[in-house]
């Protein structure tokens, strides 16, 4: 019985515990039952997402998963902590969306607008671009200058970048993210600015020429120059303005720019004769009638010199920056002076043609103000300047000659203009108005001496430095004087061995002659010197002026002075001493 009831009663216990697994385990599938209806899956598709958020919110989806997860199927104070984040973040987040402000971590041009107002950040954005931002001009990598974005054409819309802010809601959480730059540029106004910035940009290439090194003439290879391309740069600011402005660069697209010759080594002979022929640079003031020289070595005039396709050839920029070196002493000195470049080049390039190593350039001079003085007109202001009163007030059209106020400023034309050809440094003839003489010099020594006759007080020659401009061997001329009284049956004289010097007026020239034959068969003066009787020309006698003639060239120098115009040149100083030494009583015999 005791045996009976025993295993009867452990029966019982294991059936019991059978029944208390089982129910223990169709509560736990009723449980996950209950879970995998209550707990919807969370994908990409079917997740909550506030309205205008990206889908780069993948991190944020899988957090707020497993905080679901573990609300419905942990311990209650899991729940609750889940409960007071999930709090958290809604007052987090609403207080945004209620605010109006932009989230935190956001970033635009650079700058943190995150916890602004869409104005604010509009604003700060725009301070930033006016104030602050500045475009780095490159070029092969190199980085040129830095300008403001306003001189290429580009401008920014601050207030669509704070908008876009706006509308990236929490994506700058907790990464960050950035608005790229609305940007625009206008086509005018930077191709204004490029236009501009071409002579900046613009690199030479670089010729084939020479240099000494260790004694010896070296050849030197020619290199590629560069171009700015301002078609392809406006069209790379075009197609993309917003990563200019973003990353602050423009890259300029150049233009490779070949040299000539790139190999100076066929000439190099030619180079070393021409560079060791004792090179004489001189400079000759036609006015002074100074030569000035300069020394030249043989390292730096080589420098000067490229190979060009058929011979030597000058490389204008050192040749260039070298005269603009001597014109800083020229132009700083008592005189107003300077050598011409492009002249000066052309007359490199004359002695590199025909082996010359003597280069003459011109002195040249700059036009200078004059201020009024008591009693100045017009025509005296000529005579003292050694101008005629023509250019003078072609140089001044808004002057009234006839309201001259003492102190008041003009400006004296260049006296080149007297000068229009070559000077011939070797020939120049002075005139003397007071004494009536003429004294011609060659080579500084005098070959010619005789009495002359000037302009009369009506028609007076002008004093001055000229030259000899034209030559005929009869010339013809007429004045008002040989009119009748009635002012018609003008006649026509002729002038022999005539040689033109200046402009009276356009198409009226005087100059050097002899005789004039007069309409009515007589000659001008009665054929004699010595006493002003012309109409402002220089009158010697026929045979005088003959061998004058047969003499002077074109170019050649004429100093012409007066009580007004004192002697420029040592020989005009000269003359005049040699002139007080003889004996100029005009004797007709002796002509």
Known sequence: MDDYSRQERRRGENRRARERQMARKRRRESLNKITSQSVPKITETNLPVPKGLPSVLGKIRLILRDLLWMFVSRA??????ALVIVGIALVFVGSYVFSGNIFPNIYAMGMNVGDMSVEEASAMLATEWEENTMIKLVMDGQIMTEVDPSELGLSVDTQAMAETAKSL?????????????VADVNYATAQTFLL?????????PFEAGYEWADGELMALQGRPGKQLDISLTLERLEQDP???VQNRR??????????TVMDASPF???AYAFLTSEIKLQGFDPFTHEMISWEVGSETAATWLVSGVNGLSVREDTFTEYIKNINDGLVNSDKPRYLDERHSLEKLQESLRTSNPEVLLRVRYLPQPYEIEQQDNGFLIGRKN?????????ANPAVEWNQLSIGQRIQIPSRDELIPVDPLPTKRIVVDIETQWLVAYENDEIVFSWGISSGRDTAPTYPGVFQILTRADTAYGSSFTLCGEGGTDCGQWEMYWFMGVYEVVPGLMNGFHGAVLLPNGGYLGGGGVHTPSTFGCVMSLDANAQRLYEWAEVGTMVEILSEDFAPESELGRNALEFI???DTTYRPASA
């Open 580 to 582: 007080r030494t003889i």
């Open 76 to 81: 209650p104070v899991m729940k609750i902590g």
């Open 268 to 270: 190099l002979d030619e």
């Open 250 to 259: 423009l890259d300029l697209m150049t233009i490779d720019l070949l040299p």
């Open 196 to 204: 501009e910035m071409t002579d900046q940009i613009y690199i030479p």
């Open 169 to 181: 809601g929490m994506t700058g959480i907790p990464l960050g993210a950035s608005v790229d730059p």
């Open 242 to 244: 917003t990563g200019i």
């Open 386 to 394: 050694g101008i005629p009163f023509q250019l003078i007030a072609d």
